[in-house]
Each structure stands twice: as C-alpha cells, then as structure tokens.
C-alpha cells in the first residue's frame, strides 16, 4: 500500500518570509479600528446633517457649496462604507485593505471639501485617513500571516 500525502498548498514565498513584526501588526489593527470608528463617527455626522439641516454654518464663497442635506447623505453612506471595511481589514480580507485605501482616498476628499462646514473635524479625519492608506498598503499583508 502507498501511502497517501497531502499535497501542500501553501506559498513556497510566504514560507521564506519572516514572521511580521509586532509593530506592523499593530499598525494595521489600529488602521482597522480607526476605520471602524470613524466610518462611525462620519456616519454620525451624516445623520446629524440629515436630521437638522441648520447644525452646520457654511462659510460664504467657497468653491464647493452643497446644501447640507446632501453632505449628510455623503457621509452617512461614505462612513457606514468605511465602517463595513474595517471589519474587513480586522478579519485579514484582502478586499477590505484595496477597499479601505480606496475609501480613505475619498473620505480624505470628501472632508476636504467638507472643510468649511466643520474644520476641526475634517482635518482630523484626512489625517486619520493618511495614516489608514500608509498602513493598509504598507503593512496590510502582515494581518493575514
């Protein structure tokens, strides 16, 4: 009798690689859970333009003047995105990290354009949203080893 051997699938490159860092790792959770709250916070303030339109003063004469009920549906429906992503990126899908840079790209555009509305906010969020594409494209790999 033979005897039967599993063939192995697993990546002869992911083999020879080292193990990834702690740090890493750290990063790209943390990059997951920054997605998560503020995808949640974002679709927070989407609501919060939604149900009272007059809770943002507009500063006049700024390129971009949409009324606040569209900036509302922006964000409510670009958070709950970002939010639905960073449980992705926590679960190491390879989808959730290309989704993830691609909606931190448009959320950092979205509140640049939101700037007028609630600067403080907006400036918080683009810098958190810079700090999710570094992580995602420099150390996403390293959640799913």
Known sequence: M??????NYRDPVQLDAPPPSGWATGFIV?????MILSGGFQSFVGMA?????????????????LDTTTWGWIHLLLGLLVLFAGFAVLYG???????????????????FAFIPYYPFWSMLIIALD????WALTAHGRDITR
């Open 93 to 111: 899908k390879v989808w959730g990290r290309t989704i993830g840079v691609v909606l931190a790209v448009l959320s950092a555009i979205a509140n």
């Open 2 to 7: 033979s005897e039967q051997t599993t063939p």
């Open 130 to 133: 810079v700090f999710v594409i």
């Open 30 to 34: 943390f990059a997951a859970v920054m």
């Open 49 to 65: 333009a939604l149900f009272k339109n007059d809770i943002y003063v507009a500063t006049p004469n700024y390129l971009l003047e």
